[in-house]
């Protein structure tokens, strides 16, 4: 098993795509086991054979659309709007757009590309330095894939067996208790006259009247999502098909943005991003099925005897373990090998599985801002012409103020299963 680990290691440190390396240490792990290698063909079909899986292209084209549909300039506006009143108040509204966009496009990285070249050319423009400006926007990115609707939290649903609607709710309030902690860094910063004054917006009653009006319309995307399913009135892959049609609405009919080419290319993006997560799926369920047969069962039921009078320091455990992975495994490889395991000692120990869920989901989260493999960190140092140790100290603040975030979630299981247990 340890070769099997090592292997895997070895292969993404020299620069083999993810799926590549897990694949490939899947397969070594099976030739171990005395099967043959025949066995990993079926299993890289099975792995992507789960009803779950097909409302993953769906959310992500949905995503495509509605981000080069014209929404960010105008959750930008809406922002700025709500906070050009505060010291700071460009920082709050960075953080308050994350928040936003997040119920749009699930995804980090998104939101790190479209916020961060407007925030982080406009932001030094009012007296933020140009570091700061990328440390709140790749902070707050990270919130993408919490709030609803999450790509995570499907991938999450089908390793775990979990309501997709659940992990849904679930990650409301975590998500907006990440958005806290980077609030609160500002907050603290603004206090101490190191943010600049706040510089009004002006806009007009109708302009604003329209503002809030066109932001409201892109809003109602994640509540169109979560009331349908909450009301049963389709599940959340025919959740993904309305997302997509409500998107292409707003996009070309409402806000008249979007061209048939421009649709045609977030048709393109979507099923590239698409194939890229059905292989690493299929990559991820050979080396899991291979952890399995060479005895990782035994494993699990060790740790279970170890922390069977402390669930609350075997959460704590599986952060500090899931922080170490996100620094150099992708995030959704991590989950897709990781979770199963740490499940079953979940149920052992009577922890709520959907706080389980949110400390993998957040830990691993926090990997996009760390090197060697936080695709965030390198997205924002690219989009703002940073350099790496500038941005990591002018980060400091917001990754320890996020560490503090989820020590909080492992100590009050309410903050995850509050909503679920209100809704359903």
């Known amino acids: 098993m340890l070769a099997v680990a090592a292997l895997g290691i070895v292969l993404l440190l020299v620069g083999v795509p993810v799926a590549f390396a897990l694949g490939l240490a899947g397969m070594l792990g099976v030739w ?3 099967l043959p290698l025949s066995v990993t063909a079926t299993r890289l079909f099975t792995g992507v054979d789960s009803f779950v899986f097909l409302a993953v292209p769906f959310y992500i084209l949905a995503a495509e659309i509605m981000s080069a549909g014209g929404i960010t300039s105008r959750l930008i506006a809406i922002g700025s709007a709500m906070t050009s009143w505060l010291r700071g108040g460009t920082a709050f509204a960075n953080i308050g757009t994350s928040v936003m966009f997040a119920g749009i496009s699930g995804s980090a990285v998104a939101d790190a590309a479209a916020l961060g070249r407007v925030f982080i050319d406009e932001m030094p423009k009012e007296g933020y330095t140009r570091e700061y400006s990328a440390a709140v926007t790749a902070a707050s990115s990270i919130i993408g894939p919490i709030i609803p609707p999450s790509g995570l939290a499907i991938l999450m649903a089908a390793v775990t067996g979990l309501s997709v609607i659940d992990l849904f709710l679930a990650g409301i309030l975590p998500g907006l208790l990440l958005a806290g902690a980077c609030a609160a860094v500002v907050a603290v910063d603004a206090l101490r006259g190191k943010l600049p004054k706040p510089r009004r917006a002006r806009f007009s009653r109708d302009g604003l009247g329209r503002m809030i009006l066109e932001t409201l319309a892109v809003l109602t995307l994640p509540a169109i ?3 349908g399913m909450l009301a049963g009135i389709y599940t959340a892959t025919e959740g993904g098909g309305i997302a997509v049609a409500y ?14 080419h421009g649709l045609w290319l977030a048709f393109l993006r979507a099923a590239r991003t698409s194939a890229s997560i059905y292989l690493l799926v299929a990559a ?26 402390s669930p609350v320091l075997f959460l704590f455990a599986v952060a500090a373990l899931m ?6 495994l992708d995030i959704g490889a991590a989950i897709l090998i990781f979770a199963p395991l740490i499940m079953p000692i979940v149920t052992s120990l009577g922890i709520d599985p959907l706080q389980a869920c949110m400390i993998i989901m957040l830990t691993l989260a926090m990997g996009l801002l760390t090197p060697p493999v936080g695709v965030v960190l390198f997205v924002v140092m690219r989009v703002g012409g940073i350099g790496m140790w500038p941005l990591i100290r002018a980060l400091a603040p917001f990754l320890a103020a996020q560490l503090i975030a989820i020590g909080v979630l492992c100590l009050v299981p309410e903050i995850s299963s509050f909503l679920p247990t209100l809704l359903n």
């Open 323 to 328: 922080l170490v992975l996100g620094t150099f």
């Open 225 to 227: 999502i979560i009331g």
């Open 284 to 309: 991820a369920t050979i080396l899991s099925y291979a952890l399995n047969i060479l005895g990782i069962s035994s494993w699990v039921s060790a740790m279970t005897g170890v922390f069977q009078d």
């Open 32 to 34: 171990m086991s005395g």
């Open 247 to 260: 998107a292409i609405f707003l996009s070309m009919v409402v806000f008249r943005v979007m061209t048939w």
